[in-house]
Protein backbone atom coordinates (compact mmCIF):
# COMPACT_ATOMS: atom_id res chain seq x y z
CA UNK A 1 0.00 0.00 0.00
CA UNK A 2 1.14 3.33 -1.21
CA UNK A 3 0.26 6.20 1.37
CA UNK A 4 0.40 9.59 -0.04
CA UNK A 5 0.76 13.04 2.35
CA UNK A 6 0.29 16.22 0.91
CA UNK A 7 1.42 19.70 2.08
CA UNK A 8 1.41 23.16 1.19
CA UNK A 9 -2.67 24.22 0.86
CA UNK A 10 -4.13 27.07 2.90
CA UNK A 11 -6.04 30.62 2.62
CA UNK A 12 -4.85 32.99 0.25
CA UNK A 13 -5.90 36.14 -1.44
CA UNK A 14 -6.76 36.27 -5.69
CA UNK A 15 -3.83 36.79 -7.85
CA UNK A 16 -1.53 35.19 -4.90
CA UNK A 17 0.65 31.78 -5.05
CA UNK A 18 0.43 28.69 -2.99
CA UNK A 19 2.45 25.18 -3.69
CA UNK A 20 1.29 22.21 -3.24
CA UNK A 21 3.66 18.73 -2.43
CA UNK A 22 2.73 15.22 -2.08
CA UNK A 23 5.07 12.51 -1.08
CA UNK A 24 4.86 8.90 -1.50
CA UNK A 25 5.83 6.21 1.03
CA UNK A 26 7.22 3.18 -0.50
CA UNK A 27 9.86 4.74 -2.65
CA UNK A 28 11.09 1.29 -3.51
CA UNK A 29 7.83 0.92 -5.56
CA UNK A 30 7.98 2.40 -9.24
CA UNK A 31 5.16 5.14 -9.49
CA UNK A 32 3.73 5.36 -12.86
CA UNK A 33 1.83 8.33 -12.44
CA UNK A 34 1.37 11.25 -9.78
CA UNK A 35 -0.77 13.91 -10.43
CA UNK A 36 -3.66 16.39 -8.58
CA UNK A 37 -7.41 16.20 -8.70
CA UNK A 38 -9.71 18.55 -6.81
CA UNK A 39 -12.88 18.85 -5.86
CA UNK A 40 -15.13 22.15 -4.76
CA UNK A 41 -18.03 21.85 -2.74
CA UNK A 42 -21.33 20.54 -4.88
CA UNK A 43 -19.18 19.92 -7.62
CA UNK A 44 -17.13 16.28 -8.78
CA UNK A 45 -13.95 15.69 -8.43
CA UNK A 46 -11.75 16.85 -11.60
CA UNK A 47 -8.59 16.42 -12.49
CA UNK A 48 -5.69 19.48 -12.34
CA UNK A 49 -2.48 18.19 -13.93
CA UNK A 50 -0.90 14.55 -14.15
CA UNK A 51 2.88 13.58 -14.96
CA UNK A 52 4.34 10.56 -15.47
CA UNK A 53 7.90 11.69 -14.71
CA UNK A 54 8.96 13.26 -17.99
CA UNK A 55 10.20 17.12 -18.40
CA UNK A 56 6.54 18.19 -18.42
CA UNK A 57 3.08 17.54 -17.49
CA UNK A 58 -0.11 17.61 -18.33
CA UNK A 59 -2.23 20.21 -17.32
CA UNK A 60 -6.23 21.06 -18.12
CA UNK A 61 -7.10 23.74 -19.76
CA UNK A 62 -9.35 25.49 -16.75
CA UNK A 63 -5.88 26.02 -14.73
CA UNK A 64 -3.45 26.28 -18.04
CA UNK A 65 -0.93 28.86 -17.72
CA UNK A 66 -1.49 30.01 -13.86
CA UNK A 67 -0.44 26.02 -12.49
CA UNK A 68 2.65 23.87 -12.87
CA UNK A 69 3.06 20.20 -12.90
CA UNK A 70 6.30 19.29 -11.86
CA UNK A 71 7.98 15.60 -10.38
CA UNK A 72 11.17 14.93 -8.49
CA UNK A 73 10.73 10.58 -8.44
CA UNK A 74 7.79 10.14 -5.87
CA UNK A 75 7.19 13.58 -5.06
CA UNK A 76 4.79 15.96 -7.28
CA UNK A 77 4.42 19.79 -7.12
CA UNK A 78 1.57 21.89 -8.38
CA UNK A 79 2.40 25.56 -8.14
CA UNK A 80 -0.71 27.45 -8.22
CA UNK A 81 -0.15 31.36 -9.46
CA UNK A 82 -2.77 34.10 -9.99
CA UNK A 83 -5.01 31.91 -7.79
CA UNK A 84 -8.75 33.03 -7.94
CA UNK A 85 -11.60 32.40 -6.10
CA UNK A 86 -12.78 30.01 -8.72
CA UNK A 87 -9.72 27.49 -7.37
CA UNK A 88 -11.18 26.73 -3.91
CA UNK A 89 -11.31 23.73 -3.83
CA UNK A 90 -9.91 20.14 -1.94
CA UNK A 91 -6.80 19.36 -3.44
CA UNK A 92 -6.00 15.74 -3.79
CA UNK A 93 -2.90 14.11 -4.68
CA UNK A 94 -3.22 11.09 -6.98
CA UNK A 95 -1.30 7.98 -7.78
CA UNK A 96 -0.88 5.10 -10.34
CA UNK A 97 1.06 2.40 -10.09
CA UNK A 98 1.05 -0.43 -13.18
CA UNK A 99 2.21 -3.86 -12.27
CA UNK A 100 2.08 -7.35 -15.12
CA UNK A 101 -1.04 -8.23 -13.39
CA UNK A 102 -2.98 -4.70 -12.36
CA UNK A 103 -3.39 -1.55 -11.81
CA UNK A 104 -3.54 0.44 -8.45
CA UNK A 105 -4.52 3.71 -7.49
CA UNK A 106 -3.96 5.68 -4.71
CA UNK A 107 -5.24 9.24 -2.94
CA UNK A 108 -4.05 11.57 -0.62
CA UNK A 109 -6.72 12.51 2.24
CA UNK A 110 -6.77 15.79 1.16
CA UNK A 111 -5.39 19.80 1.37
CA UNK A 112 -7.99 22.58 1.55
CA UNK A 113 -6.97 25.79 -0.84
CA UNK A 114 -9.15 28.62 -0.14
CA UNK A 115 -9.07 31.84 -2.09
CA UNK A 116 -10.45 34.61 -1.11
CA UNK A 117 -11.49 37.52 -3.76
Known amino acids: QVQLVESGGGLVQAGGSLRLSCVAS????????MGWYRQATGRQREAVGT?????SGNIAGAVKGRFTISRDKNTVYLQMNNLKPDDTAVYYC?????????????WGQGTQVTVSS
Open 26 to 33: RTYLNIDV
Open 51 to 55: SSGGE
Open 94 to 106: YAKRFSTQDTYEY
